[in-house]
């Protein structure tokens, strides 16, 4: 049975669609038909909101504009958002990561070292920052920031050592692709990517 | 607003595992705001020109971040700013009163843009406890997410309304009735007519979000094309998605254009 989340997660996805036609809304009403009047009537407002777009009504009356703008102050605010939150390695964890690995066709030990940011980032090729956003579903501007932070302890490390585990020097990635073990189709590749990146 | 140099990245993910991203449009105004004074960005907030107009999704973006180190002046603007987008994106037509030649807001409606505002509020507070990933879709497509909100408030609040509401039969005939018929073709020859007037379809529009919600989603399966029934097995049809029967369904069609016929003709009247 579907939980509120998932039901949520669902209309959301539906909501986010760039096209809300007859295939869109049958492809839904087909995987979720449980949910089929939740997303005809979701169907009717995104119609409603089409229409209505760009139509203003001028100033609206507001009456509770005072106490809801007290109470969102009275709201303590969290920590300013940075960059820094977004853990892009998040949803690949275990399988996940060695599926990852498999898709970029790069050893593990080699993923681990970028995701614990143990890589100048400026060394990064640009071929291969690309392969890796779009592998993770990010931007590579995402990726950059990500890398660009400290590097961080390596996951681990804490349960493994009496004292408290300290961030390791950062290598370049020609220098990490030639020191680790992998096939030479891989070497060969990595190492043409980071060639280009040298002469740009 | 030197606290703020780049647009910073959405956290919530599509179901394919991507980030969430904002239009480049919306970034690049963003970017653009994010150099000016807080003089300048307070007056480009109440601008209404097209050229400096600031799309809904970059006053959320600034909502969520208080720019200015938190400046409350700045800060209250962009809530009062972002509370205006959020009535305007919950309109609330005129409809005639019955029996009378004067028009009213109808209260169904009012308390849906309550309910959404209202709602809208709560999920303002708690992100500002906790990130909430939930409102990472508003910085990207606002008027799509308003209609999230409120098509939950209008399920909520139309189901409270059914229980007052009375019965309506639908064993009656199931015989095509001529009146209703003629009403839905020029409903349809109107909704699907490029030349018709952009009120006239606002007015269709609203017409529509008026009626009951059962009879609303067979016009909007009506619209979008869904046969009542089919013979072949594997065709989407209304009484496979709403699991009733053929009969139901088209006496809920009959009431609905019957309405919209009667709403519209006292609107052209």
């Known amino acids: 049975m579907m939980t509120p989340i998932d039901k949520e997660a669902v209309l959301d996805a539906y909501a986010a669609e760039s096209v809300h036609d007859h295939n869109t809304l049958e492809l839904y009403v087909r995987e979720y038909p449980e949910l089929a009047e939740e997303l005809i009537d979701l169907a009717s407002e995104l119609r409603l909101s089409a229409a209505f777009a760009g139509e203003q009504e001028g100033i609206i009356s507001d009456p509770k504009l005072n106490t809801s703008w007290e109470k969102f102050l009275a709201t303590a605010p969290k920590p300013a958002a940075t960059t820094s939150a977004v853990d892009i390695f998040a949803p690949f964890k275990g399988a996940a990561f060695a599926a990852l690995a498999g898709k970029l066709e790069i050893p593990r030990s080699l993923l681990t070292a970028v995701r614990d940011r143990l890589v100048v980032p400026s060394t990064l090729p640009g071929g291969f920052l690309r392969r890796f956003s779009d592998a993770t579903g990010t931007t590579v501007d995402v990726v950059k920031s990500y890398l660009a932070q400290d590097s961080q302890a390596p996951h681990g490390l804490a349960f493994k050592s009496d004292q408290k585990p300290s961030p390791q020097g950062q290598a370049t990635f020609r220098q990490l692709v030639e020191s680790t073990e992998m096939s030479e189709s891989q070497r060969i590749l990595l190492l043409r990517e980071c060639g280009e990146h040298e002469r740009t | ?269």
Do not use: W
């Open chain 2, 1 to 269: 607003m030197a606290n703020l140099p780049i647009a910073v990245p959405l956290r919530k993910r599509e179901k394919d595992g991507r980030l969430y991203a904002r239009p480049p449009e919306v970034e690049a105004v963003i970017l653009d705001l994010s150099h000016l004074t807080k003089e300048e960005f307070i007056k480009r907030l109440k601008a209404e020109d097209s050229d400096d107009y600031v799309p809904s999704e970059c006053l959320i973006y600034f909502v969520r971040r208080a720019p200015f180190e938190s400046d409350s002046e700045v800060l209250f603007a962009l809530f009062t700013a972002i509370r205006q987008r959020v009535l305007n994106a919950v309109p609330v037509p005129l409809h005639y009163i019955s029996g009378e030649f004067k028009k009213a807001e109808n209260c169904v409606d009012l308390d849906i843009r309550d309910a959404v505002l209202d709602k809208f509020q709560e999920m303002l507070c708690q992100d500002r406890q906790e990130y909430l990933e939930r409102l990472d879709f508003f910085e990207c497509r606002f008027n799509a997410a308003i209609a999230r909100l409120r098509g939950t408030a209008r399920r909520d609040i139309c189901n409270d309304a059914a229980h007052l509401a009375p019965l309506a039969h639908d064993n009656e005939t199931s015989e095509p009735n001529p009146k209703v018929e003629k009403a839905l073709s020029c409903f349809m020859d109107s909704f699907e007519s490029p030349k018709t007037d952009f009120l006239y379809r606002s007015k269709i529009h609203a017409a529509i979000s008026s009626l009951p919600l059962e009879e609303r989603r067979v016009v909007e399966l009506f619209l979008e094309d869904i046969p009542i029934d089919s013979q072949e097995t594997d065709t989407m049809t209304m009484v496979k998605i709403l699991s009733c029967c053929e009969k139901t369904v088209r006496n809920r069609r009959d009431r609905a254009f019957a309405k919209l016929a009667e709403i519209l003709n006292e609107e052209v009247a």
